[in-house]
């Protein structure tokens, strides 16, 4: 009985031992993975940004054109293209944040 136990203790001490040992492929596969992962934060930004602004040229000249031709409900238009250039812009500076960009 005692002799199990030596045994199961002396196991237990080697896997704790070689468990850092495995775990740094890990570790290394996590640190590529967020190196190659922050090579395409900039440029998706860059086009979530040209995106947003595409869409607010797109609404203003929407806007503009409603507000000529005498359309009493612009505001919900203006919210709408407005909000969802604001999105557009906000989501791109928290992926950067995120990234730490």
Do not use: H
Not at 9 to 36: E, K, R
Not at 37 to 44: F, G, I, S
Not at 64 to 83: A, R, T, V
């Amino acid at each position: 009985m005692f002799n199990k136990i030596k045994q199961l203790l002396a196991a237990a001490a080697l896997l704790a031992i070689s468990l850092p040992a495995m775990a740094q492929s890990g570790v290394n596969g996590l640190n590529t993975a967020t190196t190659t992962l922050k090579t395409y934060v900039a440029p998706v930004t860059n086009i979530t940004l040209v995106i947003g602004g595409i869409v607010g040229i797109v609404g203003a000249i929407r806007v503009y054109s409603k507000w000529n031709s005498g359309d009493q409900d612009i505001n919900k238009e203006l919210m709408g293209w407005g909000g969802s250039c604001v999105f557009l812009v906000v989501s791109a500076l928290v992926v950067k944040a995120f990234f730490g960009l």
